[in-house]
């Protein structure tokens, strides 16, 4: 058993996809099929089944993933601990993000990047869902997410106010302020996400039931050429708001609803030196800019 063996079986679960995971890692397709054959042959079982997908971990894979995952963590560890010595010059940083949220990233990422040059730093989108789902597997070191897990250990970022996005010319659009009585009489586009649910509390709790003829849409994208078309309305976090409002209206919602967004991680102990560089950052981003996020918004 090799350490390439184990990161082509590691690149394999995250890309079951053979031909991309080979010019990832910079060799040839039979060179990943003949490393993972020789690996399963040591160890007498499949690890990597097929489907029309590619690629996908058998149960027994599974299970030499987590200890695989675990080694090659601690070899870069190693590498990081050692860089540490002369000043972080080398390592990696995994985050994973919401899609509203994500916009917020750059400005950190740049930051980081400007202080440590030699660190890589990769930015997954996902829900809430899977962002828990790949801290606790060990695919991404840390997220910035909503509704943490009692087992994450978190830190506060931001306030997110709930916003009411109309298509140009509806007649809520002229309002200062609307109700989710408001919109119910409208029809809704319905977003995905953490933030869906706090919607759907809002319709509740008002007493009333979202708008007729309701269109479902994960991505932002979609959901705000849905509403510019006029298919409906939506309601969504500020952040999440597009920064082209042509064609669009944005309200702000009263009752305020605000959801929290938090960075997550299973432990402040024992992060590596270029994730525990990265967390400072963002501590000290958030110092900067939360007071404006949380005041009036």
């Known amino acids: 058993m090799t350490i390439s063996q184990l990161k082509i079986l590691a690149a394999l679960e995250e890309n079951g996809n053979f031909t991309e995971v080979a010019e990832r890692l910079g060799i040839t397709q039979s060179a990943v099929s003949h490393s993972l054959a ?50 972080l010059r080398i390592g990696k940083v995994r985050i ?5 949220v994500a916009r917020i990233l750059p400005e950190v990422v740049v930051r980081f990047r400007q202080k440590y040059p030699g660190i890589e730093v990769s930015v997954f989108e996902g829900s809430d ?17 909503t509704a943490p897990a009692d087992e994450m250990k978190t ?9 009411a996005v109309l298509p140009e010319g509806h007649p809520l659009g002229e309002k200062s302020v609307v109700t989710f009585k408001d919109l119910s009489e409208w029809p809704l586009i319905r977003s995905f996400g953490t933030c869906g649910t706090l919607v759907a509390s809002g319709f509740s709790e008002a007493g009333v039931f979202p708008g007729p003829k309701m269109i479902e849409a994960r991505n932002l994208e979609t959901l705000g050429a849905l509403v510019r078309a006029g298919a409906g309305s939506a309601v969504i976090a500020e952040l999440a708001v597009p920064s082209d409002r042509t064609g669009i209206r944005v309200v702000p919602i009263e009752p305020r609803r605000v959801r929290e967004i938090v960075l997550a991680m299973l ?21 900067q800019h939360v007071p404006e996020v949380k005041g009036e918004m």
């Open 38 to 87: 020789g690996l399963e042959s040591e160890l007498g079982v499949t690890l990597i089944g097929r489907d029309r997908k590619g690629g996908v971990p058998t149960e027994a894979g599974k299970r030499v993933l987590m200890h695989a995952r675990e080694i090659l963590s601690r070899l870069d560890l190693i590498r990081e601990e050692v860089s540490a010595l002369g000043g």
């Open 96 to 100: 994973g993000s919401l899609q509203s």
């Open 129 to 145: 869902q899977e962002i828990l789902d790949w801290i606790r597997a060990g695919t991404i070191d840390l997220g910035v997410l």
């Open 155 to 163: 830190f506060p970022l931001l306030r997110d106010r709930l916003m």
């Open 267 to 287: 432990s402040f102990e024992g992060l590596s030196p270029s994730v525990e560089a990265f967390v400072e950052e963002v501590r000290s981003w958030a110092a």
